[in-house]
């Protein structure tokens, strides 16, 4: 008798435990979409753009951290299409990346499904089509993970949540602007710059209450600046990080970078101005909306706010204010900055510099003399399938070498757990913004150079409580060529992490990055000019031992095509 009851308690126990472990499970969520072409007028020009399930930009996806994401995407267009989910970190799961590296491209009326979890992650991010210059005309949206409940987050939940996605734009179809680049000339300036798809837009809100506003920069080509007409904009979120929340009154956002503000409406109730425009060229271009008080009844008016009249030096200065925020909880109940990322041995260095050869008489860009072509067989299907001929671990060199430049696939051997340190050299004098898949990454030092004068890495403090606008700055001078003497001036406490980094003409920035994340990881421009010709590497992240624990197995349903096309997942 004793026996039976036994049992009965552990079934008991067992059923519990049961349910328990289903109601754990983190959130499914399910989504089909569907690419097609359609006929727009952002700049006033009748042209065909991208529309996802009709939208352009396409559907805002809000996710929730660790949720779980089944998508069914559809292609209708008249070419092969991927998207990547720009700094969604793919947990052991680069199978799900979506560029050209990883997947087989969707073929024409056909679809693939995505399945990707938001693991550990919070912040406002970015998706967009990976292939050819698809991205060039559409198809792009935001995507904003929120926290889960239990989690605290250091400011006050806002009355309202608006995403701007800003970015140059050209009239031009992506199949004209991709024909220009193969011919070998570079693309000429774009024709404006949009928010959200227009020239013009409005935001409502309520007086007294404060909204976040979450800005990411969609363009191809341009830094952009953000402003606001009166008012002061606290940032609270960089790609994923939250930051010490300094007051600005204007923001540079680099090409492929996010990050989230939030305003309190505390001016008088009218209409005010919002400005985007771009920075560092020698055409500028500039989009308006409007930030309407619901009790407004005074339409926008005054001049417009203008840009700041710093350039480069101004536009580093800032980017040193944003720090790592080492007393807040992050996507999991812990802070942040828990992790002493400044205490770690540095296993490997890569010094990546970037150019802009002349390869069989036609422009192309490159990384330590390779510029990157995309085999038939996405990398990662050759390295399952163990396919010879596909890519080869000798054909980049660790540092630049002066040699001349040629066309090949590139691709840099690291190991799983190693601690690196990448090293974007930049010996162009035009701005460079560089992003890594399947990471974020400390951004430990910026170096610019000034009419001759280096000034290395400097520590900034803006103390916004007793003084919103002291700054304190402490530089020394140092060379815009990296050694590693150029370490003594990193920045080892507290370092934004992001997954997005300018570096500056003529210069160069330091990134560490902890490669805890198995697979295949694309490290490319973000300006997709660059990207398409060639200013990209992979990293091959590699465990000799195979392991679920660090790495997903290839999904059933993954295409297969190149020298995989017929195997067996």
């Not at 970190?89 to 199978?95: C, G, I, L, M």
């Not at 904009?233 to 540079?252: A, C, K, P, T």
Request: charged share 15%; net charge positive; with cysteine.
């Amino acid at each position: 008798m004793g026996n039976v009851a036994l049992f009965h308690l552990i079934c008991g126990i067992f059923i519990f435990w049961s349910v328990s472990v289903v109601k754990a499970e983190d959130t499914y969520k399910y989504f089909t979409w569907t690419a097609t072409y359609g006929t727009l007028s952002p700049l006033g020009v009748p042209q065909q753009v991208i529309l996802i399930n009709g939208q352009f930009p396409g559907p805002r996806l809000d996710l929730v951290t660790n949720d779980n994401v089944i998508l069914n995407l559809i292609n209708k267009l008249d070419e092969p299409l991927l998207l990547t989910w720009n700094g969604i970190k793919q947990r052991k799961n680069s199978w799900q990346d979506g560029v050209l590296g990883t997947n087989c491209p969707i073929p024409i009326n056909s679809n693939y499904t995505y399945k990707f979890q938001t693991k550990d992650q919070i912040g406002s991010y970015t998706y967009f089509p990976s292939t050819q210059l698809h991205r060039a005309v559409g198809g792009f949206g935001a995507l904003n993970v929120y926290a889960r409940s239990v989690i605290s987050v250091p400011y006050a939940k806002p009355a309202g949540d608006f995403s701007l996605l800003i970015g140059d734009w050209y009239k031009s179809s992506h199949k004209v602007l991709r024909q220009i680049l193969d011919s070998g000339r570079s693309l000429p300036y774009p024709n404006g710059l949009l928010i959200n798809g227009q020239k013009q837009s409005t935001f409502s809100g309520d007086q007294g209450k404060t909204y976040m506003f979450r800005i990411s920069n969609v363009g191809l080509k341009n830094s952009i600046n953000f402003r606001i007409q009166g008012h002061k904009m606290r940032v609270v979120e960089v790609e994923g990080s939250h930051v010490l929340q300094n007051f600005y009154d204007s923001l540079d956002v680099h090409v492929g970078q996010s990050m989230s503000v939030l305003v309190t409406l505390d001016q008088p109730p009218k209409d005010y101005y919002i400005v985007a425009s771009t920075r560092f060229s020698r055409i500028n271009f500039t989009a308006t909306s409007v930030l309407h008080y619901t009790n407004s009844q005074t339409p926008v008016s005054g001049p417009m706010p203008p840009a700041p009249a710093g350039q480069m030096h101004w536009s580093m200065l800032q980017a040193r204010t944003f720090r790592w925020n080492l007393t807040s909880n992050a996507a999991r109940p812990n802070p942040q900055g828990s992790f002493h990322y400044g205490k770690i041995t540095i296993s490997r260095t890569f010094v990546m510099a970037n150019s802009a050869p002349l390869i069989n008489g036609k422009l192309r860009y490159a990384v330590n003399s390779v510029s990157y072509v995309n085999p038939d067989t996405p990398l990662k299907l050759a390295d399952h399938f163990n396919i010879p001929g596909v890519f080869n671990l000798n054909s980049i060199q660790a540092y630049p070498s002066g040699g001349s430049p040629y066309l090949g696939t590139a691709v840099f051997p690291t190991s799983h757990h190693d601690f690196i340190e990448i090293v974007f050299q930049n010996d162009e004098a035009t701005m460079q913004s560089w992003h890594l898949d399947g990471y974020d990454f400390w951004v430990v030092g910026y170096v610019i150079t000034l009419q001759n004068i280096s000034i290395s890495p400097c520590y900034i403090t803006v103390e916004i409580r007793s003084n919103p606008h002291l700054l304190l700055l402490i530089c020394s001078f140092g060379s815009d060529k990296w050694t590693q003497a150029s370490r003594n001036k990193y920045n080892l406490v507290d370092a934004l992490t992001r997954h997005t980094t300018q570096v500056y003409p003529k210069s160069w920035t330091a990134i560490l990055v902890s490669l805890d994340n198995q697979g295949m990881w694309n490290l490319r421009s973000a300006m997709w000019d660059r990207q398409y010709l060639g200013q990209q590497v992979y990293l091959r992240v590699y465990d000799p031992t195979p392991s679920l624990a660090n790495e997903y197995d290839i999904p059933t349903n993954a295409l297969l095509c190149g020298k995989a096309a017929g195997r067996h997942t």
